[in-house]
């Protein structure tokens, strides 16, 4: 793994390059273009918002700060790993043609949805400051840290996903589904304390509902993260890239063959 880790530094430039097309050329040729970025899921939360807030009421405090500091977050795992899923499969030419890492590819994915994240945290402390909700500046630096562990827990997936697809087509419409069930078993729309004492260990193994926790602790609540949230995430990136990590080095062997 540091092998691979080492020759990936090689193609940081490659990183780089792929990275910025990919930013650049997503809305190249739309009206709004980079805007839609952040139009999409804010109508998206406009619609939860309603939904929960105004017919089954979650009887949340500020509920759509309580909704905004969930989303964004929750957008940027769904869409690096849908993106990263699909990187090998979609750009099978280039994968066949030209030797790289192939791991840069997925990793492209998760980078490009990271700092569309990054950046829309201007929209979120400017909805913190604006409602009167406040921020914490002595605890924002925690949310790097927030920020890595979803990030390596979100490409330990896309790896793996992204080298299981080549074989099996169908994972990307399996994973669609997931997705949309994990969201919801993810304590986004609700608070942790409604859920039935007897759902909680089932509730207690989702990894996302560290993660998320985390951001809803930093800026929702504007306390330090719990150390055992900390902990977990952590662990659960680790397990999440070693297993990514290990299938794809494996599978990658016949992806020229499969593609």
Not at 44 to 64: C, D, K, L, P, T
Request: aromatic share 16%; hydrophobic share 50%; proline share 4%.
């Amino acid at each position: 793994m540091l092998t691979d880790i080492k020759n990936i530094w090689k193609f940081k430039d490659m990183i780089y390059e792929l990275t910025h097309r990919e930013l650049r050329g997503k809305y190249k040729g739309s009206v709004l273009g980079f805007l839609w970025t952040y139009i999409n899921p804010l109508a998206q939360m406009i619609v939860y918002y309603f939904v929960f807030s105004q017919i089954f009421r979650s009887g949340i405090e500020h509920f759509h700060i309580y909704l905004i500091v969930s989303m964004f977050p929750w957008n940027m795992f769904t869409g690096g790993v849908m993106q990263g899923l699909g990187s090998i499969r979609y750009q099978g030419d280039l994968v066949k043609k030209v030797y790289f890492p192939r791991q840069i590819l997925p990793m492209v994915s998760l980078t490009v949805n990271c700092i569309n994240m990054l950046i829309s945290f201007v929209i979120i402390y400017s909805i913190l400051l604006i409602t009167g909700w406040g921020i914490n500046l002595e605890i924002q630096p925690w949310l790097l840290l927030v920020v890595v562990l979803e990030y390596f827990f979100s490409l330990g997936l896309a790896l793996m996903l992204s080298a299981v697809e080549v074989y099996f087509r169908d994972v990307e419409h399996i994973i669609s589904v997931l997705m949309m069930i994990w969201m919801y078993v993810t304590p986004m729309f609700y608070s942790l304390d409604t859920v039935p004492e007897k759902f909680l260990p089932a509730f207690w193994c989702n990894p996302m509902l560290y993660i998320i926790g985390m951001y809803q602790q930093i800026l929702y609540h504007k306390l330090a993260p719990e150390p055992e949230y900390l902990i977990k995430a952590a662990i659960c990136a680790a397990v999440s890239m070693a297993i990514g990590w290990t299938i794809f080095t494996i599978l990658e062997k016949r992806f020229a063959e499969e593609l």
